[in-house]
């Protein structure tokens, strides 16, 4: 059974920094691409960032390049999202997901190209 679990969330003033962690469990962590996403109160969720099986490459969506970062480690089953320069409209639920292929990310955009969700973590920034 493959369990997804964010951690990390809190509130921040804006301009600040959060470190979110998931952790995986119940599949082989390094042969898939992993994703972070986000639901605001009132909208759709969105993507935030992904990353590769291998960590080579990264993608983010345009609001958060250059403030965010998004790791991995492997050997430890977890991805990362660090979140820096804070601002009052990143506030939303976080989750990370596991894409739905091994060594294969797609279009990582969509929701539908990962099968694993976790239950979220609560980011709110503060004017």
């Known amino acids: 059974q493959v369990q997804l679990v964010e951690s990390g969330g809190g509130l921040v003033q804006a301009g600040g920094s959060l470190r979110l962690s998931c952790a995986a469990s119940g599949r082989t962590f390094s042969r898939y691409g992993m994703g972070w996403f986000r639901q605001a109160p009132g909208k759709d969720r969105e993507f935030v960032a992904a990353?590769?099986?291998?960590?080579?490459?990264?993608y983010y969506h345009d609001s958060v390049k250059g403030r965010f970062t998004i790791s991995r480690d492997n050997a430890k089953n977890t991805v990362y999202l660090q979140m820096n320069s804070l601002k009052p409209e990143d506030t939303a639920v976080y989750y990370c997901a596991s894409n739905q292929n091994t060594y294969y990310i797609g279009n990582v955009y969509l929701r539908d190209e990962y099968d694993y969700w976790g239950q979220g973590t609560q980011v709110t920034v503060n004017s």
């Open positions: 990353i590769t099986w291998s960590g080579s490459s990264t």
